[in-house]
């Protein structure tokens, strides 16, 4: 299972966990920083079953009983918190899971280790409930907050923390992973790789799931058709683009490299450094009937809409007025 070997990139992610083990000097509580699919719980789960491990040393020794009911995912003072609706935790399940369970003592191990994956959705009554443990959390209490962006959280909440921050992984790395690992060939590699900028969750969903790539489909024939699309069209593409409504934001990343190529396309003219190559020709035409403002404004709108998106505005009206920007500018 797990090891801090498997872990691909965020090496000053794992030098500070392995320092702060070996000179026992680990906070109370970490905030994890990076977007979905950055590897989040995977670094989590490592550094639990690395605290946890009876052997002592910075790396889990994966032998012990810890280890061994760690790599299970059934280590009792490993607590992964769990909410039931998708888009709030609530003060009920931080109570129940974290501040009511908290000074029970470890079953076994060391420590007792909450970790809260998606922790941005805590609302500021669960932060604030939160809040009590973080101030005076016992002696053997870690908690891992997992977050897609630190935004939401409370002032209190974040002075509390450490903070540490998920940086892009080397696109040679992921390569070397997709291919190595996943047996993707190289130029899909490649291609994933560059698509992902550095999040190695997207590049394996994008290798590898069929849905990920109906989505890269769906958008490229959208974007292609678009400028000889009337509203009746628009509105019809629209609904079907409801279909992938939880993955809206890989839509918009989908756009946003589209006219990012129709950009390059006008500044250098070729198609060497284009992540659509195999759509140069498409790519060519939309540039010459497109300003550089209008490709500019198109990447404004691309960002509002994704901003919008995630605070949860009306799907249809955010993507209508999204296509319709774009086929104003071509
Ligand atoms: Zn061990």
Known sequence: MANYSDIIGHEDIVKHFKNSIELGKVSHAYILNGEKGAGKRTLAAVVAKSLQCEAGEPDP????HSCIQADSNNQPDIIWVKHEKPSLISVDEIREQIVNDVDLKPYSSRYKIYIVPD???????????????LEEP???????????????????????????????????????????????????????????????????????????????????????????????????AVKNLGKYKLDVTDYMDIMMVWFRDILMVKISNSPNKLLFKDEYSVLKKQASMMSYEGVEEVLRSLN????????NVNFDIAMELLLLTIKDNM
Request: proline fraction near 5%; include cysteine.
């Open 61 to 64: 020794c994966g032998k012990c």
């Open 119 to 133: 922790a941005q959705l805590m609302n500021p009554q669960a932060q604030n409930a939160l809040l009590k443990t």
């Open 138 to 236: 016992p002696e053997y209490a870690i908690i891992l907050l997992l977050a897609n962006s630190i935004g939401k959280f409370l002032p209190t909440v974040l002075s509390r923390c450490t903070i540490l921050n998920f940086k892009p992984v080397e696109p040679l790395h992921v390569v070397e992973y997709l291919t190595n690992n996943l047996g993707v060939d190289q130029a899909k590699a490649r291609f994933c790789a560059e698509f992902a900028q550095g999040n190695l969750g997207k590049a394996i969903r994008l290798a590898i799931s069929p849905e990920y790539n109906e989505l890269l489909e769906d958008s490229v024939r959208l974007l292609k058709r678009l400028s000889d699309m009337d509203m009746e069209d628009i509105i019809e």
């Open 304 to 311: 509002k809409v994704k901003i919008r998106l995630e605070a």
